[in-house]
T-cell receptor, first 112, second 116 residues
Framework: EAQVTQNPRYLITVTGKKLTVTCSQN?????MSWYRQDPGLGLRQIYY???????DKGDVPEGYKVSRKEKRNFPLILESPSPNQTSLYFC???????????FGPGTRLLVL | GENVEQHPSTLSVQEGDSAVIKCTYS??????FPWYKQELGKRPQLIID?????GEKKDQRIAVTLNKTAKHFSLHITETQPEDSAVYFC???????????????FGQGTILTVHP
């Protein structure tokens, strides 16, 4: 089944404890992206990647890192999480020449 | 960069009525405008999209209109049903350049409630 997966789905952590949220897609998509969703603000792009080893900042990249070593994986790294990073995170992917994005199931993060 | 404004933030209608959600965008290079529906606890799902070379697109009870000159686009849902209750997001993107190239910029979302 074609899909985007994220792990973990729920995570409670403490300030400063490094964490990684994984994202994987099995559709051979070139483009992958991370968003955070906060009430009243919609979905805001954190980072995106046009292809392997090509990443760029989105609208709210501060406090996040990403890597794209393989085409199928696009992990989101929080080196030192803070409470203002408590949010719902979505990974998405799409083929290079198509606009339709496919979203993962979401990861709900709580930073205490 | 691109900025997308969406109104209203909440919309309450009676079953069978029509619902209209409006969005404006800032980057004239944007040429792709999708609408997503997000049910409680679920991921956003694409329900309809429109490209800049088209002024209107329909899919059963859902339609989207685009006014490129005014830089606004709207979602129209007719004969609303309780299962239409969800959060709706508009978005704008460009695959051909501009500040929104390769990026999808979302509006703030509209919570639609359809009362039986």
């Amino acid at each position: 089944e074609a899909q985007v997966t994220q792990n973990p789905r729920y995570l409670i952590t403490v300030t400063g404890k490094k964490l990684t949220v994984t994202c994987s897609q099995n559709m051979n998509h070139e483009y992958m992206s991370w968003y955070r969703q906060d009430p009243g603000l919609g979905l805001r792009q954190i980072y995106y990647s046009m292809n392997v080893e090509v990443t760029d900042k989105g609208d709210v990249p501060e406090g996040y890192k990403v890597s794209r070593k393989e085409k199928r994986n696009f992990p989101l790294i929080l080196e030192s999480p803070s409470p203002n990073q408590t949010s719902l995170y979505f990974c998405a992917s799409r083929p290079a020449r198509q606009e339709t994005q496919y979203f993962g199931p979401g990861t709900r993060l709580l930073v205490l | 960069g691109e900025n997308v404004e969406q109104h209203p933030s909440t919309l309450s209608v009676q079953e069978g009525d029509s619902a209209v959600i409006k969005c404006t965008y800032s980057d004239s290079a944007s040429n792709y405008f999708p609408w997503y529906k997000q049910e409680l606890g679920k991921r956003p799902q694409l329900i309809i999209d429109i490209r800049s070379n088209v002024g209107e697109k329909k899919d059963q009870r859902i339609a989207v209109t685009l006014n490129k000159t005014a830089k606004h686009f709207s979602l129209h849902i007719t004969e609303t049903q309780p299962e239409d209750s969800a959060v709706y997001f508009c978005a704008a993107s460009s695959l051909s350049g501009g500040t929104s190239y390769g990026k999808l910029t979302f509006g703030q979302g509209t919570i639609l409630t359809v009362h039986p």
